[in-house]
């Protein structure tokens, strides 16, 4: 298992068994505390550590395990880090410990393994159980090369896939002999006959209550833990970006230009962007170059128009341990490797749109409903004043919020190719229909917030940059995605705060170009599937053997129509073809 994970950890490899434990790692250094890292490692022999770890806050953290009568050295590797935790709060370690990890622990003493996932699920962890016999990797197609896991699939998750494009089950994989340790959770055995691992939810999100404070304090608190968040994952000589013409990720580079100039310290920082030049109208490049240009930051185009659909979908790059809905592999994993070329560790500007912007609708119509005409237009005139720093200035999205009966897309409908003795067995009908109710609380005041952290609680949203699934050695940071932040962001007051992300303009200012700040929030000039020519289009989604397991899933018959209007919805069972074909089922 250690020698196949050798793609994810090309510097150092190393087992350490003992008695009817063992543990294998293998290593990618990411920090330079680990440049004479050595996993598995232990601090006194008594409990032993593999991890893929992150650690922040660590200067905080060294106060309290001090305070606790434990001292850990400068400079020691993230994963001793952890053991120093272990020795002074044993279980109790990961409600002192944020980042970015996932780690085992085999207690020599208590004869007893703990492991631990992050609070939001950046790292991975997946285990089995079978014949009284633990086997765990932060990566699944590890443990399913150990002969005691089984081929078969989990139907329910595979259904999941194809209604909604993600498990909805954090506790389960695609493979019916394999879990997941959801996001915020420790597992805990003994190899005892008959008792099962001990899995217990360690943390959730704090419900903050507003904080009312003088302006300033909100733009100086929030620029702190930004660069708190930012210098935390700046640990290496060579960075990358994923970089776009929005506000997030030039945001990103911005601060961490200032924190590097600060330390004085010489980081090569490059940034990649993705752009459309052809078949639609696209200002992602105008607005990436202006951003790099203003912060001298060398920016390589990479551009997307003529990647085909699902074009490479059987090369390394397209693997994908679970299936996933992605109709153009090729794009992103030329995006993967032209980042590894250029450095082990990529910024993101993942997940601005969640937590630092809110629409104002539900709360404008609330207001309406209620009479409060006063604070309906004292609310009106701080959305006026937002929205003159930005192109856009307009009255009727307030009129649209307060007197339209719907808002948003429309209802999405049950896919109708779908495998009906499937639909029938496990009742997706009824499931479908739950899930396309769910709504935030009524009195909820940030639901896109909400949603975002529903998402990311899911345990599967950071997958798509993991290792595992890149096959490129990059290590992904999402700043804006620490936890601190992200709980300072959700307790503000939505006017003037997170409407139009506000509060990541305000702190940007002098930082980034005028023209980026005033820059509306937009998407993509149109949809590349749309675009794309539909003789060559059919034959690559028709290309490729047919799988034994795929009429399980889906009816053929009714998928042939499913050419001639294509979207993201419409390619999906298509994604799960190229899947099956992958896994030889």
């Not at 196949?4 to 293998?26: I, Q, Y």
């Not at 607005?287 to 390394?316: K, N, R």
């Not at 949809?527 to 539909?534: T, V």
Request: hydrophobic residues 40%; neutral net charge.
């Amino acid at each position: 298992m250690t020698e196949f994970l050798r793609f994810r950890g090309p510097d150092a490899h190393a087992v350490w068994c003992e008695g009817a434990a063992g543990l294998g790692h293998t290593l990618f250094r990411t920090t330079f505390e680990s440049a004479n890292e050595v996993q598995p490692c232990t601090l006194d022999g008594t409990a032993w550590i593999t991890a893929d770890a992150r650690i922040d806050g660590q200067a905080e953290l060294r106060r309290s395990l001090r305070a606790a009568g434990e001292v850990a050295p400068e400079g020691i590797p993230d994963s001793k880090l952890i053991l120093h935790a272990y020795r002074a709060w044993g279980q109790a370690c990961v409600k002192h410990l944020i980042g970015d990890f996932s780690f085992a622990i085999w207690d020599a003493q208590r004869k007893q393994l703990f492991c631990a996932r992050d609070q939001l699920g950046v790292k991975p962890f997946f285990y089995a159980l079978l014949n009284e016999r633990l086997i765990f990797s932060n990566t699944l197609d590890c443990v399913r090369i150990h002969p005691s896991v089984s081929r078969k699939l989990n139907d329910l998750a595979i259904a999941d896939f194809l209604l909604f494009q993600e498990n909805k089950d954090p506790a389960t994989s695609a493979f019916a002999d394999i879990a997941r340790l959801p996001p915020a959770h420790t597992l805990v055995w003994s190899p005892n006959p008959g008792v099962p691992p001990q899995v217990v939810h360690y943390w959730s999100f704090p419900c903050t209550e507003e904080r009312i404070r003088p302006a300033n304090d909100y733009v100086e608190r929030f620029t702190q833990l930004l660069e708190e968040a930012v210098s935390d994952r700046l640990r290496t000589s060579r960075v990358a970006i994923e970089f776009s013409g929005g506000m997030d990720s030039p945001s990103i580079a911005a601060v961490a230009r200032e924190v590097l100039v600060r330390r004085g310290e010489a980081i090569e920082f490059t940034g990649q962007t993705v752009v459309y030049d052809r078949i639609f109208r696209d200002e992602e490049r105008r607005y990436a170059g202006l951003a790099a240009d203003y912060l001298s930051l060398p920016l390589e185009f990479i551009v997307a128009d003529d990647f085909q659909l699902f074009e490479g979908w059987d090369t390394p790059g397209a693997h994908s341990a679970e299936p996933s809905h992605q109709p153009f592999p090729a794009l992103r994993s030329t995006l993967s490797e032209r980042i590894g070329a250029a450095a082990r560790v990529c910024l993101t500007g993942w997940d601005g749109d969640a937590f630092l912007s809110e629409s104002m609708r539900p709360r404008l119509k609330s207001l309406f409903n209620q009479r409060d005409h006063v604070q309906l237009l004292l609310d009106a005139v701080h959305m006026s004043l937002v929205q003159l720093r930005t192109v856009s200035f307009s009255f009727g999205y307030i009129k649209d919020a307060v007197f339209r009966s719907k808002t948003g897309a429309l209802p999405r409908k049950f896919p109708l190719w779908i495998n009906p003795e499937l639909v029938g067995a496990l009742a997706l009908v009824e499931r479908w229909e739950r899930f396309q109710k769910e709504k935030p609380p009524a009195n909820c005041r940030r639901p896109s917030g909400v949603k975002g952290l529903e998402i990311i609680g899911d345990g599967f949203f950071f997958d798509f940059f993991d290792t595992a699934n890149t096959r490129v050695n990059v290590e992904y940071v999402h700043p804006l995605c620490d936890i601190r932040l992200v709980e300072f962001c959700l307790s503000l007051p939505l006017v003037p705060w997170v409407f139009k992300k506000n509060v990541l303009r305000m702190a940007m200012k002098n930082k980034l170009p005028r023209a980026l700040l005033r820059r509306p929030k937009a998407g993509l000039g149109g949809s590349p599937m749309k675009m794309l020519e539909q003789a060559s289009t059919r034959a690559l989604l028709d290309q490729g053997p047919e799988p034994a397991a795929f009429s399980t899933y889906v009816d053929g018959f009714k998928m042939a129509p499913l050419t001639q209007k294509l979207d993201w919805e419409t390619t999906v069972p298509y994604s799960l073809r190229r899947w099956l074909v992958q896994l030889e089922i």
